[in-house]
């Protein structure tokens, strides 16, 4: 176990901003993390569990407090059954599902992060989401000091959403347990329309696993959403908003504002339409690229927040406040925040 005090937080996050942590604890067994969570919570200390990173915007004054880093590894592969250890590098275990042949996660291929994060916003992409996948989540349980197995029903996931992000002081995910499927070397089907397109394929078709992977990794590269230090695009916490989900009266004020525009619009549980976070805010005028400062939108997606190199947290939360009060005036929409803020709010 390594303790590092006052430890600066913005090199282990991909938006390379955060000022210092008082403690921080890598960790590299369960058992090394568990012992970390139960002495701060008897220390009555602030806690901040961290993996990959790429899902924070941590204040510019740090984490006063003990930040736990899980580093933990394990992969284990049993037929169709997968079992993954929280710190495992996510897009490393889809690649390696990918190379066993299994289908399930590949179109979750290329996000950034930790295997025990996933379960944490339900993490999805091109038409997948980790809920589909999930089994089982081995998590401690800090109020009840012991290490519990939450069933997928137990783990209450919607869009990206889940009971550990409603409530974050409570668990600490230490496995992950995915059921994959054989499926001769295809994909699950094709769920979403783009992806649909680039292969040429109509939507609910499989295709073979590794052109399905290899797929999404492109559209994702072109959109700056796969990590590259020297790409100041990636600099970026991936999608800053949510896609809004509209009641049905919200939804009718929404049409309402948009003039000869069609936006897209995605039914949604409970008689709600979901629309797209991307399309509004490039519609109230902020393009790829927006922005003069030293934060700006990416030039590849007008959904990623990025630091050119010289950003502050502040900086970065002046450009999401000014996107954010742009969208609600165009379209009455309120975005919200889908990374975790740490000791700041938009
Ligand atoms: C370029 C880019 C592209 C992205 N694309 C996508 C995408 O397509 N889809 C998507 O859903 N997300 C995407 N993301 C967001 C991010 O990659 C995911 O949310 C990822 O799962 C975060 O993992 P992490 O290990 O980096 O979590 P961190 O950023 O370290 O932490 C995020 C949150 O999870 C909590 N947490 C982390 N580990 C644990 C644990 N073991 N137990 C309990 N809580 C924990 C933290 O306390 C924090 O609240 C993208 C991010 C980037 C930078």
């Given amino acids: 176990m390594l303790v590092e005090l006052d430890a600066p937080l913005a090199p282990l996050t991909t938006l390379r901003l955060g000022g210092p942590a008082r403690r921080l604890v890598t960790a590299a067994t369960d058992e090394e993390v568990i012992a970390t969570v139960r002495a701060a919570d008897l220390a009555a200390e602030p806690l901040l569990v961290i993996g990959g990173g790429s899902n924070l915007v941590i204040g510019d004054q740090g984490f006063d407090g003990t930040v736990l880093r899980i580093a933990t590894t394990g992969f284990a592969l049993d037929g169709v059954d997968l079992e993954l250890a929280a710190g495992e590098v996510w897009s490393d275990a889809v690649a390696r599902a990918v190379d066993a042949g299994l289908a399930g996660i590949e179109f979750l291929a290329g996000i950034p992060g930790s295997a025990g994060a996933t379960p944490v916003q339900n993490v999805g992409a091109y038409g997948q989401e980790v809920a589909s996948g999930i089994t089982e989540v081995v998590a401690y349980d800090r109020r009840a000091d012991e290490v519990v197995t939450l069933t997928n029903a137990e783990c209450g996931f919607s869009y990206r959403h889940s009971r550990f992000k409603a409530d974050p002081e409570r668990y600490v995910v230490l496995r992950v347990r995915f059921r994959l499927e054989d499926a001769d070397g295809q994909s699950t089907p094709v769920r979403y329309a783009e992806v649909a397109r680039t292969l040429g394929v109509e939507a609910g078709e499989r295709v073979a696993l590794r052109t399905?992977?290899?797929?999404?990794?492109?559209?994702?590269?072109?959109?700056?959403?796969?990590?590259?230090?020297?790409?100041?695009?990636?600099?970026?916490?991936?999608?800053?908003?949510?896609?809004?989900?509209?009641?049905?009266?919200?939804?009718?004020?929404?049409?309402?504002?948009?003039?000869?525009?069609?936006?897209?619009?995605?039914?949604?549980?409970?008689?709600?339409?979901?629309?797209?976070?991307?399309?509004?805010?490039?519609?109230?005028?902020?393009?790829?690229?927006?922005?003069?400062?030293?934060?700006?939108?990416?030039?590849?997606?007008?959904?990623?927040?990025?630091?050119?190199?010289?950003?502050?947290?502040?900086?970065?939360?002046?450009?999401?406040?000014?996107?954010?009060?742009?969208?609600?005036?165009?379209?009455?929409?309120?975005?919200?925040?889908?990374?975790?803020?740490?000791g700041v709010a938009l």
């Fill in 212 to 342: 399905a992977y290899k797929t999404v990794l492109g559209l994702r590269a072109g959109k700056g959403m796969v990590l590259d230090p020297a790409d100041h695009d990636t600099w970026s916490a991936g999608s800053f908003f949510t896609n809004p989900v509209l009641t049905a009266d919200q939804y009718a004020d929404f049409l309402t504002r948009l003039g000869e525009r069609t936006a897209p619009a995605y039914p949604a549980p409970d008689g709600c339409t979901k629309t797209s976070a991307a399309w509004l805010i490039d519609q109230a005028g902020f393009g790829k690229g927006y922005g003069t400062g030293a934060a700006t939108l990416s030039t590849k997606h007008t959904l990623a927040l990025t630091n050119r190199g010289t950003a502050s947290t502040a900086d970065l939360l002046g450009l999401a406040r000014e996107i954010r009060d742009g969208v609600r005036t165009a379209f009455g929409v309120d975005l919200v925040n889908e990374p975790v803020m740490i």
